[in-house]
Every structure is written in C-alpha cells, then in structure tokens.
C-alpha cells in the first residue's frame, strides 16, 4: 500500500513538473521575439482551467500550453486581466454589473480577449 502512494506521488510530482516546464517556456511571436509578460501563475491557472474544460491527457496539456502562448502573443497580459475582470464583473447582479454589460468600451475589450482566444483555439486546438 505505501509503495503505491509513493508511485501516485512521483507519478503527481513528475506531471506537475512537466506542467511547469511547459509554462515556463516563453511564447514566440511572429518575429520570434519572446512575449512572457503573463506571469507563470496566470500561465498555469490557464492551462488547469482549459485542462479542466477539455480533458486531462498529456495531448490536451500540449493544447492548452499553445494556447496560452498564443494569446499571451496576440494580447498583452494588461489587456488580459482587464477583459477578465470585466467578464467575471458582468456575472454579478445590480447596477454596478450593469454598469460592466451596457458599455461599448467594456464590449470592445472583451471582443479583443474572444478574437485572441478564438485564434489560439485555431491554431491550436
């Protein structure tokens, strides 16, 4: 019995490196030009959402690391954070949400963080 919880916590040890590893790594943009603005939590919260959404292999972890790095390509991480927060704001109930729903602004910062994610999907998905 002990020895399986040490092979499951190697096993876990050793995949969690990988992840790591994979985020780590900077994106390349079009010019080869490294883009790592996105910190590696941001990196790694994305990649265990999308892994969460679309299933827990190694190939879908190898889909979501490229998707990450092409939207940390096309979308600067400030950008990022400020379509996320309007999304996450707009779920909420009152004025102060309708405030984030009814303004053309807020709509195009999200349309640039759906455009990226869309092409990052594309590419890699």
Sequence with gaps: MMARR????????????????VLVSPARAGEGDPVNDYPTEARADYVFAC??????TREVLHRC???VDVLASIL???KYVE????LSMRQGVGQQANAFRNTARFDDMVA???RAQAE?????F
């Design 6 to 21: 040490v092979d499951f916590a190697a096993g876990a040890f050793a995949a969690l490196a990988i992840v790591v590893g």
């Design 51 to 56: 892994m969460a959404a679309n299933g827990q």
């Design 65 to 67: 690391a490229c998707s």
């Design 76 to 78: 600067p991480y400030d």
């Design 83 to 86: 379509a996320e927060t309007i």
């Design 112 to 114: 640039d963080l759906r």
């Design 120 to 124: 990052a999907e594309i590419r890699c």
